[in-house]
């Protein structure tokens, strides 16, 4: 249903070094790089639901918006702290720390929210046990 | 990589009417809500998901620019309806309809009644050769 998701930026260079180490974690890379935009896709494989940055197509500034989010899906809890140490690390800053939203057991959904530095929202979860 | 993306909305009720009109005979349906009354889209559980919401934050919705999901479709055809529907619906023309790449990636544009921007798509990606 998702082919990509696409983020805006302001700084290209600054978004490329974030995104290149953080999602480097997820196994994702560079697999489109466009010079008109910048648009630059990263995946784990051209099958897979992906995430672009890219300098808005209308020119004007990247704006992050309120109410959008990506949520990336982790294999266990660790990963997720993991996942948001790196993200403020890189220059993110905290949007939630890592923690079980609302009930634990089973299908307990453990996330930790933060902001690239841009501004957009991003959550890694892990559902289910540690 | 993405179980699921959000897009905020100030007027749930329409947006809901919205996504549910322009998801009709995709195969894309409701699927659960979440507690502050999100309502989360899509095909089957494990398939990333679409969740249409108010802000967490309980101010306004704002869409953001640079920000954009692109669906997949199966064929040209499809996007070509996928599109109309859109706009039947009320939605913002932002691209008709074509190939913006030969042969890999056929799509149209439109914005939701948030300004939210979607694609429509129907990709030869995965034909694409994956340096590594």
């Known amino acids: 249903m998702i082919g990509y998701v696409t983020l805006g930026t302001n700084d290209l260079d600054q978004a490329r070094t974030y995104y290149d180490a953080l999602l480097g974690e997820l196994g994702a890379k560079r697999l489109i790089e466009m010079e008109e935009n910048g648009f630059t896709l990263y995946g784990v494989d051209m099958t897979t639901p992906s995430i672009a940055i890219t300098r808005p197509d209308n020119g004007e500034p990247a704006q992050s918006g309120n109410g959008n989010m990506i949520a990336l899906q982790m294999q266990e809890r660790a990963q997720v702290d993991t996942f948001y140490q790196k993200a403020l690390e890189l220059g993110g800053s905290d949007e939630g720390a890592p923690g079980v939203r609302g009930d634990d057991g089973a299908m307990a959904f453990y996330a930790a929210y933060f902001r690239d530095p841009e501004g957009n929202k991003l959550c890694a979860f892990r559902l289910g046990p540690p | ?132």
């Open chain 2, 1 to 132: 990589m993405i179980a699921y993306t959000m897009l905020g909305t100030n007027d749930k009720d329409r947006a809901f009417a919205f996504y549910d009109a322009v998801f009709e005979g995709t195969g894309i349906k409701r699927m659960f809500k979440t507690p502050a009354g999100g309502q989360f889209y899509g095909k089957t559980p494990g398939e990333p998901m679409l969740c249409i919401t108010s802000p967490y934050d309980e101010g306004d919705a704002c869409h953001g620019n640079g920000t954009m999901v692109a669906l997949q479709c199966e064929t040209t055809e499809d996007v070509d309806a996928f599109h109309a529907r859109a706009l039947a619906q009320g939605a913002g023309n932002e691209g008709d309809p074509g190939w913006r790449a030969p042969d890999m990636f056929y799509g149209a544009y439109f914005r939701d009644h948030d300004q939210n921007k979607i694609c429509v798509c129907k990709t030869n990606f995965a034909a694409i050769p994956v340096k590594n």
